[in-house]
């Protein structure tokens, strides 16, 4: 399976490239916000304050997605053995519907996915309809989760 020390690189090369781009996005905005250009021309012109609302908000991103890499970075990597349960820090491979996934539990930061040595992990958190769901088994185990487009059947094919 997947090594956890490579997928934890991929993921905080993929937050830093996000984070590179907002920052220079963030920098747009905010001259864009000062510029002569945007003084308002008359009572209801609001070009610099929406651009400083942006600026703002892309800032605001910037902070999460700095808190997100460090959390990585610092991440504990727990060895899970035969038997053991998936808890935070487990990257599981499920089945579903004939397909292989794998998905990779942390506290915070789910929604993101990279692809490592031809591998697409999706991460989750245990809020998550599926990482609730998946707390606690084991390999072997089936969880069904409801969904729109009906109900959706996973087995845990492992746990490390």
């Known amino acids: 399976m997947l090594q956890k020390q490579k997928l934890v690189a991929a993921i905080v090369r993929k937050l830093e490239e996000e ?4 920052v220079r996005a963030a920098q747009a905005a905010r001259d864009a916000a000062t510029h002569e250009e945007s003084k ?6 609001t070009r610099g304050i929406e651009a400083s609302y942006l600026a703002g908000a892309q800032a605001a991103r910037a902070g999460e997605l700095k808190q997100l ?8 990597l727990r ?28 506290g915070q930061g789910g929604g993101l996915s990279v692809a490592v040595e031809g591998l ?5 958190t245990p809020r998550a309809p599926l990482g609730e ?7 072997g185990d089936v969880i069904e989760l409801e ?13 490390s």
């Open 19 to 22: 984070l590179a781009v907002l």
């Open 120 to 124: 697409v992990v999706q991460v989750i």
């Open 147 to 159: 969904s729109p487009n009906g109900a959706r059947e996973y087995e845990v094919l492992g746990v």
């Open 69 to 76: 890499i460090s959390m990585y970075k610092f991440l504990p």
């Open 40 to 45: 308002p021309e008359d009572q209801h012109d």
């Open 133 to 139: 769901a998946l707390q606690g088994k084991v390999e």
């Open 79 to 106: 060895a899970f053995r035969a038997g053991d349960a998936v808890a935070a820090g487990a990257l599981v491979e499920l089945e579903a519907e004939g397909k292989r996934q794998f998905y990779f539990l942390v």
